[in-house]
């Protein structure tokens, strides 16, 4: 009984609030477009990775689709 209120009392985490955080990069050869890189690991993908919601190397969850700037 007392290892079960010992339990209880502990704080919850979120797994959501674990997985890191980041955006997607634009990546430019000669002015060129030529994918984007993950802002948290610096892996670099094709155009379409903008689509992703997760990066496929490190598995963080992209806040915007795409950093334009």
């Known amino acids: ?5 010992i339990i209880d009392r502990q704080p ?3 797994p959501e609030s674990l997985r890191p ?5 634009r990546v ?3 002015l060129k477009p030529v994918g984007y890189e993950c802002g ?3 892996s670099v993908w094709p155009e379409y990775a903008k689509f992703f919601a997760y990066c ?3 598995g963080a969850k992209m806040e915007d ?3 334009e700037s």
């Open 1 to 5: 009984a007392a290892a079960a209120e």
């Open 12 to 14: 919850t985490i979120d």
């Open 21 to 25: 955080h980041g955006r997607w990069i």
């Open 28 to 30: 430019e050869y000669n």
């Open 40 to 42: 948290c690991c610096g």
């Open 56 to 58: 496929p190397y490190c």
């Open 65 to 67: 689709e795409s950093d």
